[in-house]
């Protein structure tokens, strides 16, 4: 008896132990391990992110910059993707079977029973192909979603593009971005990215045990919408900027047209540039590693990202402070002997146009004569009754006012302030403070220790074309439906020079021309005020500069041209800018065929650096260099203003 009651609680003990075992179990399933409740909700709902379409970007016209064109990304859930025929995946996908199993790998690390991507942006033809097979394919299914399309091909460098997010990105973003996401990495589309990125959304879906769907969760009840992103209306004109991008192709250099009365840029030209397009896609990446090791660095932003010695343009800047500084009028005469002597005799600054003779402040600009603004940079430093340094001070702060050797604030991410030197720059560089104007007089024609950026000319000529004040140069001009425009864009500033000294510069430039160094790209019917510049260059060719605005009285576009070592200014510089400006205001191009052609067929591009090193060519390569270096000992005087270029930007890193 005792036995059988022995048995019993045995028995109850088991079936006790047992119950406990299997509560415990379906405890930790249900409430501790969600794997089997993913695993069950996938069977029977799916989330979809529903991405939002970036907003769009028009021209000033209404032309359309960027757009979106739909792609698909293909997704997979580990633990479902079960029996897969891989064969057919890899040639539906156009990928090799080596490659499935590094994403599937790389899938599962992620999670077994989350959805993540497998292939992004398959394109429309290749989702075609896929659809019908995917049925088939359990565990596998299709996202869409939107990449950007540049449909004139034009201003990469402007315009910029996307990428997916890193992992920084999703930190700085306090949960905003998720992988997977797309974000502006260059351009606008960084400058703009919290407007054009838009909302994403949430769409429930159900589906079947073979993945196919099955119809909206709940009529929609817990779907959220995702919201596109806001529109913007560039200040870029669509057939400007493509004329320049044609009148560029073969150059290194940059053009910058602005609209003087708003600081809306008209023209924006990068070059050498590439097609935007090239950074979309699932070849994006093997692109962006050939644009990289492009030797003519397009995406290289030179507009804002380029520093160069000015040249004679600076002439134009150098006359209005020097009038504002009261140390010459509009009266002021100098005597042009062939050039400036400074030093006690010790140096002589050639002037390119030979003896002038008797100068005016008109004539100076007409000609572009170095004499006269050796004299008048003299005056500034060294005839105002107070220490050269302190003098030299005061002539830095002009520059400033015009926006040089200062960030301009362009609504483009990257942009560099140049170089004006700082008296402490010069004083450490002669190891005292008793340094004078000749010291440093290549400054007075736009060389030596001076860097100025393509934007900053542009907007020079533009402060000019306004007898004293400019806007911000900006790139959009309207957000949104209600075009807003940003207040940093509208506040007017002042260069610092009133405006009765801006006439005799004008009156110059309008002149040159006319009748002077920029008299072979006169435009007919329009009055156009330009000065051009050479700018030396110790490592070949000469560069050439631009600057002009027109009309005249009320104008409408300001530019600035520098094509690197192409030449004189006036050759290949200013058809170049003429040519855009006839466009911009007539519509027309009336220069001579044969000037166009020559603009058009020039290539000034750096030939390609050889792959290999042959042994056999190790002696002809010391005699180039000898060459080299006896070339370089010529042309010193000229190498001295690059080597102080260099020894600055050292100084104030």
């Known amino acids: 008896m005792n036995s059988f009651f022995a048995r019993k609680y045995v028995i109850q003990g088991i079936f006790i132990a047992v119950t406990l075992i299997i509560i415990a179990r379906l405890f930790y399933i249900q409430i501790i391990d969600d794997s089997y409740l993913l695993s069950a909700n996938n069977n029977v709902l799916r989330k979809v992110v529903v991405y939002p379409a970036r907003g769009v970007v028009f021209d000033r016209n209404g032309e359309v910059l960027v757009q979106n064109e739909p792609v698909y990304d293909l997704l997979v859930t580990p633990i479902e993707a079960k029996d897969i025929d891989t064969v057919l995946l890899c040639n ?16 599962r690390s992620h999670s077994p029973y989350r959805a993540s991507i497998f292939e992004k942006q398959l394109s429309a033809t290749t989702y075609a192909k896929l659809q019908e097979h995917l049925y088939k394919l359990r565990g ?18 402007l315009l910029g593009y996307i990428q997916e997010v890193n992992d920084k990105n999703i930190e700085d973003s306090k949960g905003f971005y998720r992988p997977g996401d797309y974000i502006g990495a260059s351009g606008i589309e960084r400058s703009y990215e919290h407007l054009l990125r838009g909302q994403r959304g949430v769409k429930n879906q159900m589906v079947d045990a073979l993945n196919r769907p099955q119809g909206i969760f709940m009529e929609g009840k817990y779907d959220t919408l995702a919201i596109s992103g806001e529109g913007l209306i560039a200040t870029l004109d669509l057939k400007l900027q493509r004329l320049g991008e044609e009148l560029m192709k073969g150059k290194m250099g940059s053009i910058v047209a602005i609209e003087p009365s708003t600081g809306e840029i008209l023209s924006f030209v990068s070059a050498p540039s590439y097609d935007p397009n090239m950074m979309v896609g699932r070849q994006r990446g093997n692109n962006y590693m050939k644009l990289l090791d492009d030797q003519t660095k397009p995406m290289f932003i030179r507009p804002i990202q380029a520093s160069y ?22 009266h002021t005469v100098f005597n042009c002997p062939g050039g400036y002597s400074y030093g006690g005799g010790r140096g002589f600054m050639r ?14 600009i007409q000609t572009s004569c170095n004499t006269y603004y050796g004299h008048a940079y003299a005056r500034m430093i060294d005839s105002r009754g ?3 340094p302190q003098a030299y001070d005061l002539w830095r702060d002009a520059m400033l006012k015009f926006g040089l050797g200062i960030k301009l604030g362009i609504d483009l991410p990257g942009e560099q302030p140049g170089l004006i030197a700082t008296s402490e720059y010069h004083t450490k560089r002669y190891g005292n403070d008793k340094w004078t104007s000749s010291f440093n007089i290549s400054q007075s024609i736009g060389q030596g220790a001076l860097g100025i950026t393509p934007l900053q000319m542009a907007n020079i000529v533009a402060i000019v074309a306004n007898r004293g004040f400019y806007y911000r140069p900006h790139l959009v001009k309207g957000i949104g439906e209600d075009r807003k425009v940003k207040p940093e864009f509208t506040e007017k500033i002042s260069a610092g020079v009133d405006a009765k000294y801006y006439e005799p510069v004008i009156e110059g430039m309008s002149r040159a021309v006319s009748q002077g160094t920029a008299r072979s790209v006169r435009i007919p019917d329009v009055e156009m005020c330009a000065k051009t510049g050479t700018v030396q260059n110790p490592h070949g060719e000469n560069h050439a500069v631009f600057f002009a605005f027109a009309p005249r009285e009320n104008p409408k576009i300001a530019i600035a041209v520098f094509v690197e070592n192409a030449g004189y200014g006036g050759t290949w510089a200013g058809p170049i800018a003429s040519m855009m400006i006839e466009k911009y205001l007539k519509d027309t191009i009336t220069l001579p065929k044969y000037i166009q052609d020559r603009i058009y067929n020039a290539n000034f591009l750096p030939k390609p650096k050889p792959t290999e090193v042959k042994q056999e060519d190790t002696k002809n390569k010391q005699q180039d260099k000898k060459v080299n270096t006896q070339a370089h000992v010529a042309t010193n005087e000229k190498k001295e203003y690059y080597v102080h270029h260099s020894q600055i930007r050292k100084y104030y890193e």
């Open 92 to 107: 539906l996908i156009d990928i090799d079977v080596k490659g499935y199993e590094s994403r599937m790998k790389k899938a």
């Open 140 to 157: 596998f299914y299709v996202q869409n979603r939107t990449v950007r399309s540049y449909p004139d091909s034009i201003a990469p460098q």
């Open 309 to 330: 010695p000015p040249g004679s343009i600076f002439k134009v800047v150098a006359a209005l402070t020097a009038q504002q500084a009261g140390v010459i009028d509009e």
């Open 351 to 364: 002037c390119a146009g030979g003896v002038h003779g008797s100068m005016s402040l008109i004539r100076s």
């Open 386 to 388: 107070m220490p050269r």
